[in-house]
């Protein structure tokens, strides 16, 4: 799991999000999205002390309250004519 935590922290300390990848052993972009989701948040260190973990990763990744949209994809259909010629030896 992904300590957002450190990840916030090692910011506060000049590290860059290469080096804090390699040090929390994750993505540099996984680092990129939570600084950019912390900055979208008001979130920077040092961290309330009575936040927990949990409530940091759910302040960052809030559960979505709607249910998914799905959009029907609209296909083109194959016309006969080239499908036969495509299926015939």
């Known amino acids: 799991m ?8 090692l910011h506060s300390l000049g590290l ?3 080096e804090i990848a390699s040090s929390c ?3 540099r972009n996984t680092v990129a999205a939570t600084l950019q989701r912390a900055a979208n948040c008001g979130l920077q260190w040092p961290l309330p002390e009575e ?11 809030p559960a979505s309250s709607t249910k998914p949209v799905y959009k029907r994809c609209r296909t083109t259909p194959m016309s006969t004519r080239s499908f036969n010629a495509a299926a015939s030896p």
């Open 16 to 18: 860059n999000k290469t």
């Open 2 to 9: 992904t300590n957002y935590r450190e990840i916030l922290r």
């Open 25 to 27: 052993r994750c993505a």
């Open 51 to 61: 936040m927990s973990d949990k409530q940091l990763s759910e302040r960052l990744f």
